[in-house]
T-cell receptor, first 109, second 114 residues
Framework: GQNIDQPTEMTATEGAIVQINCTYQTSGFNGLFWYQQHAGEAPTFLSYNVLDGLEEKGRFSSFLSRSKGYSYLLLKELQMKDSASYLCAVMDSNYQLIWGAGTKLIIKP | IAGITQAPTSQILAAGRRMTLRCTQDMRHNAMYWYRQDLGLGLRLIHYSNTAGTTGKGEVPDGYSVSRANTDDFPLTLASAVPSQTSVYFC?????????????FGSGTRLTVV
């Protein structure tokens, strides 16, 4: 079966750094995505990794290791507005996204 | 409009009633999807359409039907609503020729079946 695992909830302090991990087992791999979802809103695209390594985009970075079935999202200089759920998703061999349940990130002052 | 529009934003529906959730996109994306999102379960795919005129079943299709008469519209119909269909429903679209762009989501429909 296909499976995406990520922690249910994490807490971090404003101004700090947090790493949200994601492990996956899917039938085929055509890229890994991270989305941000604020409460009551739609998911919005954050990052895409298809090759191993680190992709940096401002305060957010995403890492992929295909051999380990592993990714992480790194958020630096945390701001209160970063409080949200972060969804990991893998595009399978049929080019459909398989979703993790999401990690709720709580930022404390 | 730019992106995906869903309607209604929210709805309270009596069990047994029929309801259609509307979804329209103006990005000329070939693929469209319907998800439901429930607390602790993440996004679950109900139905999808890779191109106008074709549809497919997702992970949780029972009790739902879709049609894709043209590129822009992808309505989701609940033939006879049941309380377990209480959820937030998201429509999404993608351009399969640009897989790295991921999906674009509508703002969602919050449905309560009583």
């Amino acid at each position: 079966g296909q499976n995406i695992d990520q922690p249910t909830e994490m807490t971090a302090t404003e101004g700090a750094i947090v790493q949200i991990n994601c492990t996956y087992q899917t039938s085929g791999f055509n890229g890994l995505f991270w989305y941000q979802q604020h409460a009551g809103e739609a998911p919005t695209f954050l990052s895409y990794n298809v090759l191993d390594g680190l992709e940096e985009k401002g305060r957010f970075s995403s890492f992929l290791s295909r051999s380990k079935g592993y990714s992480y999202l790194l958020l630096k200089e945390l701001q209160m507005k970063d409080s949200a759920s972060y969804l990991c998703a893998v595009m399978d061999s049929n080019y459909q996204l398989i979703w993790g349940a999401g990690t709720k990130l709580i930022i404390k002052p | 409009i730019a992106g995906i529009t869903q309607a209604p934003t929210s709805q309270i529906l009596a069990a047994g009633r029929r309801m259609t959730l509307r979804c329209t996109q103006d990005m000329r994306h070939n693929a469209m999807y319907w998800y439901r999102q429930d607390l602790g379960l993440g996004l679950r795919l109900i139905h999808y359409s890779n191109t106008a005129g074709t549809t497919g079943k997702g992970e949780v299709p029972d009790g739902y039907s879709v049609s894709r008469a043209n590129t822009d519209d992808f309505p989701l119909t609940l033939a006879s609503a049941v309380p377990s269909q209480t959820s937030v429903y998201f429509c999404a679209s993608s351009d399969s020729s640009e897989s790295g762009h991921g999906y674009t989501f509508g703002s969602g429909t919050r449905l309560t079946v009583v």
